[in-house]
């Protein structure tokens, strides 16, 4: 199934780590950018489809950009231009800095998705590339559910600022554990 138990172990870690930091955020972003700014319905739109246009734009440049310098070193910097953007929450002050936050996000998102999904590849054996997959988006999402209820909880326990912190250190994590598998 998959080609060591190594692997196993990179793709239960990057599938969990990965997804704990998109979960904290996903449920709680909109009640973030409502309170913080007293922002619209229709910002918050403009908001997430910035992100999803400036991530598709860049995904294949960034899938080119994996297969020239290595999908292990582009993952890393998506994940740590990542960790930058949730840690840069705490700090906005206004809206139209939110924007730009949105736009490195995208690029972030780009860098990261098509090298994740090329690792996961290449972790699995060829009669096995479904499952080995289907493993990891079960992980992932499994993971995501429960990042969102936990989100749910320190949000509203502790702070917007804590979650964030937490969130860039669950992404900031997943780039250190790609490091090292990287060596």
Request: charged residues 15%; aromatic residues 14%.
């Given at each position: 199934?998959l ?20 979960g ?26 910035l ?36 840690l ?7 809206l ?7 736009f ?22 060829k009669k096995?590339r ?14 995501e559910?429960?990042?969102a ?7 509203s ?27």
């Amino acid at each position: 199934m998959l080609k060591s138990s190594r692997a196993l172990m990179l793709t239960l870690t990057l599938s969990t780590l990965y997804s704990l930091g998109v979960g904290l955020l996903g449920p709680i972003y909109p009640v973030f950018v409502v309170n913080r700014f007293s922002a619209s319905v229709l910002d918050i739109g403009l908001l997430y489809a910035l992100f999803c246009f400036v991530a598709a734009f860049f995904k294949i440049a960034a899938g080119r950009l994996a297969d020239t310098y290595g999908k292990e070193r582009i993952f890393f910097v998506g994940v740590m231009m990542g960790a930058f953007c949730s840690l840069s929450y705490v700090c906005v002050s206004s809206l139209s800095q939110l924007y730009i936050i949105e736009f490195f996000f995208g690029v972030s998102h780009a860098m990261q998705r098509p090298s994740l999904l090329a690792l996961m590849v290449d972790l699995s054996d060829k009669k096995r590339r479904g499952t080995v997959l289907g493993m990891f988006e079960s992980i992932y999402d499994l993971t995501e559910a429960a990042a969102a209820l936990l989100a749910t909880i320190i949000a509203s326990k502790i702070g917007f600022e804590t979650l964030f912190l937490i969130c860039s250190g669950c992404q900031a994590t997943t780039g250190l554990f790609i490091l090292k598998y990287e060596r």
